[in-house]
C-alpha cells in the first residue's frame, strides 16, 4: 500500500508538472516584449550592458515581489498534487523570466529569426534551458512545434521546474526567504544567458533595420499572472 501510494502521488505531481509546461508554452506567446529600439528610448544615453543590468534589477525585483506576496494572486486552477499558490508562482516566474530573456536578446542585438510564435519557442528552449540563442545556428532556434518537438519541449520545462521546486515554495519556508531566493535564481539564470549572449552580441550600430516586434494579439492580463509582472508596473521596470 505504501509502495502504491508513492507511485500514485508521483504520478500526480508529474501530471501537475505536465499541466504547468503546457501553460507556459501556452502563455509564452502572450508576453509583451519590448524591441530594442522602444528599449533605448525608454533608457536613454545607456548602453547594451547597462540596460541589460536595469532589465536584470527589475525582473529579480519582480519574481523577489512574487516569491513574497504570490497568496493573493493565485488564479490558475489547482493542477494534481500541485497547490493553487505554487502553480501561480511557477508560471508567474516564467512569464517574467521569459519577457527578461526576450529583451535581453533585443539588447545584444540577437534577436531570433521568424514570427512572433517562432520566437516564443525559442525563448522557451532559452529559459528552459538557462542558455542563451545563437541565431546563426538552425538548430539553436528550431521551432517547430510538432507533436515530438512539443513533447521534448515540455519534458525540459519539466526537468528546469523539477530543478526549482524547492525555491518555489515561499509559503513554505516563508515570504521573506521566497523572495530571496527567486531574487537570486533570477539574476541567476540572466547571468548565464548574459554570458552566453555576450560571446555572439552584434553592437548596435553593425544591426540591420529590424522591424518592430509584433504585439501579442492577446497580452497576458493581470488577472491571469501575479500583478507585480514587472512590465506593467512602470514603463522603465
Same mark, same amino acid.
Given at each position: 500500500?505504501?509502495?502504491?501510494?508513492?507511485?500514485?502521488?508521483? *504520478?500526480?505531481?508529474?501530471?501537475?508538472?505536465?499541466?504547468? &509546461?503546457?501553460?507556459?508554452? %501556452?502563455? @509564452?506567446?502572450?508576453?509583451?516584449?519590448?524591441?530594442?529600439?522602444?528599449?533605448?528610448?525608454?533608457?536613454?544615453?545607456?548602453?547594451?550592458?547597462?540596460?541589460?543590468?536595469?532589465?536584470? @534589477?527589475? /525582473?529579480?525585483?519582480?519574481?523577489?515581489?512574487?516569491?513574497?506576496?504570490?497568496?493573493?494572486?493565485?488564479?490558475?486552477?489547482?493542477?494534481?498534487?500541485?497547490?493553487?499558490?505554487? @502553480? /501561480?508562482?511557477?508560471?508567474?516566474?516564467? &512569464?517574467? %523570466?521569459?519577457?527578461?530573456?526576450?529583451?535581453?536578446?533585443?539588447?545584444?542585438?540577437?534577436?531570433?529569426?521568424?514570427?512572433?510564435?517562432?520566437?516564443?519557442?525559442?525563448?522557451?528552449?532559452?529559459?528552459?534551458? %538557462?542558455?542563451?540563442?545563437? /541565431?546563426?545556428?538552425?538548430?539553436?532556434?528550431?521551432?517547430?512545434?510538432?507533436?515530438?518537438?512539443?513533447?521534448?519541449?515540455?519534458?525540459?520545462?519539466?526537468?528546469?521546474?523539477?530543478? *526549482?521546486?524547492?525555491?518555489?515554495?515561499?509559503?513554505?519556508?516563508?515570504?521573506?526567504?521566497?523572495?530571496?531566493?527567486?531574487?537570486?535564481?533570477?539574476?541567476?539564470?540572466?547571468?548565464?544567458?548574459?554570458?552566453?549572449?555576450?560571446?555572439?552580441?552584434?553592437?548596435? *550600430?553593425?544591426?540591420? &533595420?529590424?522591424?518592430?516586434?509584433?504585439?501579442? /494579439?492577446?497580452?497576458?492580463?493581470?488577472?491571469?499572472?501575479?500583478?507585480?509582472?514587472?512590465?506593467?508596473?512602470?514603463?522603465?521596470?
Amino acid at each position: 500500500m505504501a509502495r502504491e501510494g508513492v507511485r500514485k502521488g508521483g *504520478d500526480r505531481a508529474k501530471a501537475g508538472l505536465a499541466y504547468l &509546461a503546457d501553460r507556459i508554452i %501556452e502563455i @509564452a506567446p502572450r508576453v509583451p516584449v519590448r524591441d530594442l529600439q522602444t528599449l533605448r528610448g525608454q533608457f536613454p544615453g545607456l548602453g547594451p550592458e547597462e540596460i541589460a543590468d536595469k532589465l536584470v @534589477a527589475g /525582473a529579480a525585483s519582480a519574481t523577489a515581489t512574487v516569491g513574497a506576496g504570490i497568496g493573493a494572486a493565485a488564479m490558475l486552477p489547482v493542477p494534481p498534487a500541485m497547490p493553487a499558490e505554487l @502553480a /501561480a508562482e511557477i508560471t508567474g516566474v516564467a &512569464a517574467i %523570466e521569459l519577457k527578461l530573456i526576450a529583451e535581453l536578446h533585443e539588447v545584444y542585438g540577437v534577436r531570433p529569426p521568424g514570427n512572433l510564435k517562432d520566437r516564443s519557442t525559442a525563448y522557451l528552449r532559452s529559459w528552459s534551458g %538557462e542558455r542563451g540563442i545563437d /541565431a546563426m545556428k538552425p538548430s539553436s532556434v528550431d521551432a517547430a512545434l510538432g507533436g515530438r518537438m512539443k513533447r521534448e519541449l515540455r519534458q525540459q520545462i519539466m526537468k528546469r521546474m523539477v530543478r *526549482d521546486l524547492p525555491n518555489l515554495m515561499p509559503f513554505m519556508v516563508g515570504a521573506a526567504v521566497g523572495a530571496v531566493m527567486n531574487r537570486r535564481d533570477t539574476k541567476k539564470v540572466a547571468a548565464r544567458i548574459r554570458t552566453d549572449l555576450r560571446k555572439m552580441q552584434v553592437p548596435w *550600430d553593425a544591426l540591420p &533595420a529590424l522591424p518592430p516586434l509584433e504585439t501579442p /494579439a492577446d497580452p497576458l492580463t493581470m488577472g491571469e499572472v501575479p500583478r507585480q509582472l514587472g512590465w506593467r508596473r512602470s514603463p522603465r521596470s
